[in-house]
């Protein structure tokens, strides 16, 4: 074996962070040659000014280099109309042959709600979190991931039961949600059918069903509740949903931020991704002017300066938003100063998440024109 075959060998297992599979595998590589520079590596883009390009590139030079190329240029083609489409169809392939198929776009930014322990107001997080993100005219879906105890039916007042249509459970509207929102939930199932799902399913279980037998193809992106915890339900979550990010509750005192913390440390030995901190039960502002923190201050910020990551809101305690979770109807229904806030600091770090590449985009384009 000469040294190009191991460098072309090599540079064939950089990977392709977007379609998530090897340069060789896609047939990305034309060749690697040698000239009185050093050595040329040529490689095919989908398209031109592809933004993971600068990646591709670098990941490929330090392959290169690794097998031993000292001085290596990086020549960049676009595929032809027929190449792209062959190695769309490979792509499509190997995603199916390896992840198990969800019907979430790949588009669409995977919100995961977590905290280290019940009560800081992950549910209400969420609930508040999808209506304002609705209300911006995104297609919000809702999965209630705390199959045991669910709360988003009654939170976001959806009463409706699941429907079955082609085989898949179709996620309930909210008809009261200023915009797009659906929810999947426990809470949605009949008593006799919820009774046969505990039975006969391991809670995981019932997890990857609400993501692999519904329908969630018309999301803009999914929220999902978590139960407390860093039991097995954020690996299960993560495994089946590539875009996942996590968005970390906690509430101004110490111990509720002791136990984030191990959740956030557990998010990042994961290999999740970390999306921000928020801070529930802040202080507020009584009518007569003086602040109140009934929990303590600064727990949010001293949770994300330990993550090293940012405080992206701030929840005052207001008997205001537990009425409304109450009565079904989230304050941020309307407008909601810290909810809004929240949500804005919150969306650009989501989208993030989804490959801002040229092949995502290209893949669900060509998913519709053929009709999948
Ligand atoms: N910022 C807040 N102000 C007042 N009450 C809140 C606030 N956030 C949550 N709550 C209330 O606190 C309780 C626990 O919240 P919940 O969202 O169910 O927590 P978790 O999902 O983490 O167990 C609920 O009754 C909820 O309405
Ligand atoms: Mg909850």
């Known amino acids: 074996m000469d040294s190009t075959t191991d460098i072309f060998n090599a540079v064939g ?69 027929d190449e792209r489409a062959e190695l769309m169809r490979k792509a499509r392939a190997l995603a199916q042959s390896r992840a198990p198929e969800t ?27 999808a209506e304002a993100l609705a209300r911006r005219g995104l297609a919000v879906g809702v999965l209630d991931a705390d199959i045991w105890g669910f709360s988003l039916t009654r939170l976001l007042g959806t009463k409706g039961e699941i429907e079955v249509r082609d085989g898949k459970m179709r996620p309930v509207q909210s008809p009261r ?13 009949a008593d006799e059918r919820r009774a046969l799902m505990w039975r006969g399913l391991i809670v995981q279980k019932a997890v990857a069903q609400f993501l692999q037998d519904a329908d969630w193809s018309d999301v803009d992106t999914l929220l999902i509740d978590t139960p407390p915890g860093t039991g097995d339900i954020p690996m299960t979550l993560a495994r089946l949903l590539p875009h996942l990010g996590t968005l970390l509750v906690t509430t101004p005192n110490s111990a ?10 557990f998010v990042v030995k994961s290999n999740l991704r970390l999306l921000g901190v928020v801070e529930n039960m802040s202080a507020y502002r009584c009518d007569c002017g003086a602040l109140h923190a009934p ?9 994300a300066h330990e993550l090293g990551t940012d405080l992206l809101g701030q929840i005052p305690l207001d008997a205001a938003i537990s009425s409304a979770n109450d009565d079904g109807r989230p304050v941020a229904r309307d407008t909601h100063v810290a909810f809004d806030q929240l ?11 989804v490959p801002q590449g040229c092949s995502a985009r290209l893949l669900d384009a060509l998913d519709r024109a053929v009709g999948h």
């Open 13 to 81: 297992r950089v990977r392709d962070p977007e379609l998530d599979a090897t340069l060789s595998e896609l047939g990305m590589i034309r060749g690697v040659r040698r000239d009185s520079d050093g050595v040329v590596v040529e490689i095919a883009l989908t398209t031109r000014g592809c933004p993971l390009r600068g990646k591709i590139e670098a990941d490929a030079t330090e392959a290169a280099r690794r097998a031993g190329a000292r001085d290596v240029r990086v020549e960049i083609s676009i595929l032809e109309d």
């Open 177 to 189: 949600a200023q915009g797009s929102l659906s929810l999947l939930s426990m809470g949605q199932l």
């Open 103 to 129: 019907s979430v776009p790949r588009r669409a930014p995977v919100i995961m709600v977590a905290s280290g322990k019940g009560g800081v107001g992950k549910s209400s997080v969420t609930a508040n979190l």
């Open 256 to 265: 509720a931020q002791d136990v984030a913390a191990r959740t956030g440390d």
């Open 343 to 353: 949500a804005n600091a919150l969306w650009p770090r989501a989208e993030n998440l």
């Open 295 to 303: 929990f303590g201050h600064g727990g949010g910020e001293r949770l």
